[in-house]
């Protein structure tokens, strides 16, 4: 009869009065005080990982074993600002026809078919050819990791790196429709149907090229006003993970759509939905025909389920753009598109490397070469059209 494997112990360092655990040899010090709910937690996902890797050997992990413990580390590793970024979504997104199809397999038993058998199935639910690459890099990376921690032989890994991507025209994924810029006359028909935080939003976008989030989180503290052209260095970015520094110059037309909503809190957001919220009441009871009665104005009323914030979101933005499209009668677009519309300005102005250079665009070392030579060329074209 095999020997039973034994849950390492939960033990207390007294003077850090926070709990270990032996693995291995070696003492693993677990987060948050000894017997709290954060250290517990802790305890749990160590003593899973490693009774996974002793039962029996690295070759009973199943794929259900292997998402369960990839999107636990994604929860953790996917982190900004001590928030959770969209991409521990994304993952669990990507691992579901995994999992569909091949859940009870064991992990060192998948390899390049079956990765294409977990593709197809993507494609016969109407899924875009770019956005079924994403998925599928993101499988390999759970697999990666899954090798990276001695969870199943390496050369798994190794086999999934042979399937390449789906490339376009050559595979029967539906492509996705190309991010056109918006016509100036969609974007100036939403403008009586948005708050004045949401069209401010939209003007600078059109006027910077930022990105929706980037000038969601504009703050007075994030702003160097002391040059003819306003310098805005947003405190978190797209980007910032790979080492990039991010700078969105503001020209005197986007100065004079910040001014009117800049605080004399520097650290507080510029554009807040809860202002807005509170404008339009403002202006409902400013427009009122008739007296409120007392009876309405002794009335309890029901507390609302969600009030709004002190930030805008992508989301809630992107909702307020639909709104008013739909209230001028036209196609709905999203932010993002602003930003193809800024590009196109920009590129078509001063050309494609101060385009770049505006937007943010590029990777790392493509970003030193040009950016310091565009950067007063940048500066010159934001203040004549910015």
């Not at 494609?123 to 990276?148: L, P, Q, Y």
């Amino acid at each position: 009869m095999p020997r039973q494997i034994r849950k390492p112990s939960y033990l207390l360092h007294k003077a850090t009065n926070r709990a270990r655990v032996r693995i291995d040899g070696r003492d693993v010090y677990l987060n948050g005080d000894y017997r709290s709910d954060e250290s517990l937690d802790h305890y749990d996902r160590v003593c899973r990982e490693w009774l996974l890797r002793q039962d029996a050997g690295r070759c009973r992990l199943t794929i259900d074993d292997l998402a369960v413990l990839y999107a636990e580390h994604a929860d953790g590793y996917y982190v900004k600002n001590g928030e959770p970024t969209s991409e521990a979504t994304n993952i669990r997104v990507a691992l579901r026809p995994l999992v569909k199809l091949y859940g009870t397999l064991r992990a060192a038993e998948f390899g390049p078919m079956k990765l294409k058998a977990v593709r197809e199935a993507m494609i016969r639910d109407g899924k875009v050819r770019t956005s079924i690459n994403r998925m599928v890099g993101r499988i390999k990376r759970a697999f990666r990791w899954a090798v990276e921690e001695e969870l199943i032989p390496a050369d798994v890994y190794t086999r999934l790196t042979a399937v390449a991507g789906l490339r376009k025209g050559r595979s029967g994924a539906t492509e996705a429709e190309p991010v056109k810029p918006v016509p100036d006359a969609w974007i100036d028909a939403i403008e009586p149907y948005v708050s004045r935080q949401v069209w401010a939003l939209v003007q600078l976008q059109v006027l910077t090229g930022a990105r929706p989030g980037e000038v969601l989180a504009m703050r007075g503290c994030d702003l160097n006003t002391s040059g003819r052209v306003w310098e805005y260095i947003p405190e978190s970015h797209k980007a910032e993970h790979h080492g990039r520094s991010r700078i969105i110059f503001l020209g005197p037309r986007a100065q004079a759509v910040v001014r009117e909503f800049l605080k004399p809190d520097l650290t507080a957001f510029l554009f807040s939905p809860a202002e807005a919220r509170a404008e339009y009441q403002a202006k409902r009871r400013a427009a009122r025909m008739t007296p409120v009665q007392p009876s309405q104005r002794n009335r309890s009323k029901a507390e609302p389920k969600k009030r709004p914030g002190d930030c805008y979101t992508i989301c809630s933005y992107r909702q307020a753009v639909v709104k008013g499209c739909d209230k001028a009668g036209i196609p709905h677009w999203h932010p993002h598109q602003l930003r193809h519309s800024a590009a196109t300005t920009i590129r078509r102005e001063a050309g494609l490397d101060t385009a770049r250079t505006v937007l943010g665009h590029a990777s790392l070392n493509v970003t030193e070469v040009y950016a310091e030579r565009d950067s007063a060329k940048a500066r010159e074209i934001m203040a004549l059209i910015g």
